[in-house]
């Protein structure tokens, strides 16, 4: 058997977040004797999961049920959610967060005691657990710490990966770039769960991290693996102009209301339901974001919002919350606001738009996280599995990254313990990759103008033009001709820095030409998607068409151009497709 040193493992995560630290403990857990390593471009807790505030969904109170959560999930994806996948999700949830509680987690607490709940937009009853609004903080810590406990789980921190070695037709592990070094090393793995997150940088105002480039989704797509409805791109309604941080929609959840530019609250206006007061989080303010989102954009058109310098904003109001609930449930938001926006949202009003914030789609996997690509296994945002169809609930997600980070785990396990041998080929692999990164990148070409800010400008600016909020035929042609000229002037380019300690620049190179694959990933399933559903707002084709669509888009990589796009029915189980109705 070919071996490769210390560079050998049975499973190998790409991803330090919350799945890939879920998907360690469950290897780990499914058989102790199996090697685990977690390779991460930053130290684990400086993963996107570390942001997440409001909280994670799980049916915990009587009067809540499996059936009404799997439900809303439905209803709020706009039935694009597989109903099995929905089904085994709400079913697992509830042990998942007893686990972590059980592992540490800090939940909030009612007065009696009992782990407390809030309400999250499209959510009939009240099941969003949370820890103030540090929730990501907070979970990520807890299985940090969790994995610390079991020897066989060793890490890579900030090894930056770059291609998956794939040979006999299966993958056998990843070519990374060890930062501090610049040296491209194998990492040799039997099975490999890319646990990648998200991808929100590819548009230009969102409230995901800079390091939210969709690399392992461009790492399998490019592999031959598809990636599954990328049209679906959520917009959370509340985000600061500037800087796109998130103001968590546990603020609208706790009583925030959404005012136009004459103070005046304009949901009302929309199809999200009178305010009622009960069902509270199903009208105005806590309808799904979608909705919101929408709503923004057409007070925006009828000139009832306010011109800023950084595009036209809303205003959130929590003042009627008062000092006490504000600073004990909501003190990250009130910082934020301090320390970005210079305001106090005890006395002032919060500026707001729509900013992008999660990924429905990603790599295409089975309920246990398995990929078409033998030993390529996949979990949290940069999956899609799919639970979250057209539109994500808030709260959801968290949840998400334990129930398939679980799940992908185990699958991983049990594939690497068949004990493959691995290919002789791994060595020239490796080879190959470093001197592709040599040439893309340290050859100097001559003669370009571009610059990694330059092309990264570009794509943000065609991407909110063509294929944001609202689409059409036009805009997406007009972005997809821009995305495939920026792919061809990307080849042409050279990095300054020519060093090989923390070459910084080098990683933005290949984070902007990850985020290029996923840019036209999105838009040609836009493209296709002749209809109107979710998140995924076509103004040439408003209705949703559920005789043609009630699909998965699968966008494969073309040999040249954009991807080519093949469908896939829905599983539905239970619920047959129907309206999405709110605030009844
Ligand atoms: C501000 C904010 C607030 C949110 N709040 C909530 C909430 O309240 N409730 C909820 O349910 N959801 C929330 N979400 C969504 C949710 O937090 C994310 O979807 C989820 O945390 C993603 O977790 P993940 O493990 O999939 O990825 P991440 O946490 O993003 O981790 C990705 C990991 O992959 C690694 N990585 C990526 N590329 C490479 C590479 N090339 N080489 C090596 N390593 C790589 C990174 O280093 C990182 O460790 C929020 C999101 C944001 C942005």
Request: glycine content about 10%; hydrophobic content about 35%.
């Amino acid at each position: 058997m070919a071996r490769y040193g210390p560079n050998e493992h049975d499973v190998l995560i790409v991803g330090g977040g919350g799945a890939g630290l879920r998907a360690a403990i469950a290897v780990a857990e499914t058989d102790a004797d199996l090697d685990v390593a977690v390779v991460s471009k930053v130290y684990p807790m400086r993963s996107h999961t570390v942001a997440a505030e409001g909280g994670a969904a799980a049916v915990i109170k009587e009067n809540d049920s499996l059936d009404e959560h799997a439900y809303d999930t439905i209803s709020g994806g706009d039935w694009l959610c597989d109903q099995d996948a929905v089904e085994a999700f709400v079913h697992e949830a509830p042990e998942e967060m007893l686990r972590l509680e059980h592992w540490g987690c800090p939940w909030s607490r009612e007065e009696d005691g009992s782990v407390a709940v809030r309400s999250f937009g499209g959510m009939t009853n009240k099941r969003t657990w949370f820890a103030a609004d540090k929730t990501g903080f907070h979970m990520l810590h807890t299985m940090f710490q969790t994995t610390l406990k079991y020897d066989p789980i060793q890490r890579y921190d900030e090894y930056f990966v770059t291609r998956l070695l794939v040979d006999d037709g299966r993958c056998q592990g990843v070519a990374a770039i060890e930062l501090a070094t610049g040296k491209v090393e194998v990492i040799a793995a039997r099975s490999v769960i890319l646990c990648t997150g998200g991808c929100g940088r590819v548009f230009p105002f969102t409230t995901n991290g800079n390091i939210k480039s969709g690399d392992g989704m461009a790492l399998a797509y490019r592999a031959g693996v598809p990636l599954k409805d990328m049209e679906f791109v959520q917009y959370h309604p509340t985000g600061l102009p500037f800087t796109g941080l998130l103001i968590t929609e546990a603020a609208r959840a706790e009583g925030g209301y959404l005012l136009n530019k004459d103070g005046y609250r304009y949901l009302q206006d929309y199809d999200l339901g009178e305010p009622t007061e009960k069902p509270v989080h199903r009208s105005m303010e806590l309808g799904p974001r979608d909705r919101l989102s929408q709503a923004f954009e057409k007070e925006d058109q009828k000139g009832r919002t306010i011109e800023g310098p950084y595009g036209s904003y809303v205003h959130l109001d929590i003042q009627h919350l008062g000092e006490e609930v504000i600073t004990k449930k909501l003190p990250f938001v009130r910082e934020l606001c301090l320390k970005y926006e210079n305001i106090d949202p005890i006395r002032e009003l919060i500026p707001v738009r729509p900013v992008v914030h999660y990924m429905m789609g990603g790599i295409h996997t089975d309920i246990n996280g398995a990929t078409p690509l033998e030993g390529l296994f996949a979990a949290g945002e940069a999956a899609c599995v799919s639970i979250n169809g057209a539109n994500r609930l808030g709260s959801n997600s968290l949840t998400e990254l334990l129930v398939f980070g679980g799940r992908a785990g185990r699958a991983a396990a049990e594939y690497a313990s068949q004990k493959k041998e691995f290919s002789s080929a791994l060595p020239a692999l490796q080879t190959d990759e470093s001197n592709r990164i040599e040439e893309n990148f340290f050859t100097d070409k001559g003669g370009n103008p571009d610059t990694v800010s330059s092309i990264r400008e570009e794509m943000h600016k065609t991407m909110e033009d063509g294929a944001g909020i609202y689409r059409s035929e036009a805009s997406l042609k007009e972005s997809e001709a821009v995305i495939n000229d920026l792919q061809e002037r990307l080849q042409k380019l050279s990095i300054q820095d020519q060093s090989y300690t923390f070459n910084t620049e080098l990683v933005l190179a290949h984070e902007l030409s990850y985020m290029l694959d996923v840019a036209e990933t999105i838009i040609q399933s836009a493209l296709q998607r002749t209809e109107s559903r979710g998140s995924h707002q076509r103004t040439d084709h408003p209705d949703r068409d559920d005789e043609n669509f009630l699909t998965h888009s699968l966008a494969y990589k073309a040999d040249r151009g954009s991807p080519r796009i093949e469908y896939k029915p829905v599983t539905i189980t239970r619920w047959p497709p129907g309206e999405r109705v709110y605030g009844s």
